[in-house]
Nanobody, 115 residues
Framework: VQLVESGGGLVQAGGSLLLSCSASGFTFSSYVMTWYRQAPGKERELIAIISSAGGSTNYADSVKGRFTISRDNAKNTVYLQMNSLKTEDTAVYYC?????????WGQGTQVTVSS
């Protein structure tokens, strides 16, 4: 059972990044997927969530209108498209799979936005 994030890196403010989270070892299409982030010295924050079939999404106010969560159940992958990035988006980004109280976390990927 594993989630592996990728796509993080260094980007200038105003730029874009696409994060991916690949799943293995469980029935990905049965799980609600979420993206979290944790900035230095701050609590982990839920920023985007998508239903198991992908028909429903929701976002934290801090990223609404700039970030888009999506999933491809055929590829066992969830994505986070991040546009109009700000320096305050700098954090480690994690994906999480949830189903009926069972949760799986990825190891995280660093996103650094420079001014």
């Amino acid at each position: 059972v594993q989630l592996v994030e990728s796509g993080g890196g260094l980007v200038q403010a105003g730029g874009s990044l696409l994060l991916s989270c690949s799943a293995s070892g469980f029935t990905f299409s049965s799980y609600v997927m979420t993206w979290y982030r944790q900035a230095p010295g701050k609590e982990r924050e839920l920023i985007a969530i998508i239903s198991s079939a992908g028909g429903s999404t929701n976002y934290a106010d801090s990223v609404k209108g700039r970030f888009t969560i999506s999933r491809d159940n055929a590829k066992n992958t969830v994505y986070l498209q991040m546009n109009s990035l700000k320096t305050e988006d700098t954090a480690v980004y994690y994906c999480k799979a949830d189903r009926g109280g069972s949760a799986v976390w990825g190891q995280g990927t660093q996103v650094t936005v420079s001014s």
